[in-house]
């Protein structure tokens, strides 16, 4: 085994600028598009060559933007509501000793010195540490467990995330359909879920707003493009 030090082989660019509306898996949001560009030493052709073969890709990542970990044992799942407790190690957790993430996305096309990939669940800068193809034979089980996190999160329905007509116009359809899907998922941590204050994410170049309405659903109230400085 190599006793080199962990160093990044890339740099995932996505519409996600903090982690805040990242979605909480890869695969959640096929609309999430993103690019994987590779470092110099590693952009030369011969690094993916065959990789078009697959159709997935298994990216290993670093979580860049959180804090040092708290030397805490336990963590609070979304999925257990954000109040009950498990190890970290029993979790998906990004708070954890060595802050590695996991992804499982689609390859969208190869282009020089990058890929573009699908359904990314990281924020915009996350370090790639490495590339490695889904081998459907062997990584998908059919009949494994996972009780308290069995199957996908519930999604709204189309109908329930209302976006006024001015706003979907300055949006675009591509952006749009991105903001809807990531607003179908609940993006807002467990325990404020049914908070009714006004909420925001920057994706894709645009600050967007949102809040709950009273039949349960979400409401944009507004939408704009971030402005450099």
Known sequence: MSGAALAPVAVL???FAGKFGVPRQAGLVPAAEGRVEFLPAYAASEFTRGLEAFSHLWLLTGFHLNPPWSGSAVVRPPRLGGNARVGVFASRSPNRPNGLGLSLVRLLGQEPGALRVGGVDAAD??????????????EAVPNARAEWAEGAPQRRAVEDIAVPAELAVRLGPERLALVRELLRLEVRPAYQAADERTYGMTVAGWNVRWRATAEGGLAVVEADPVRGD
Do not use: E, H
């Open 13 to 15: 660019r996505t519409p």
């Open 125 to 138: 800068g996350t370090p790639v540490f490495d590339v490695k193809p889904y081998l459907p034979w062997a």
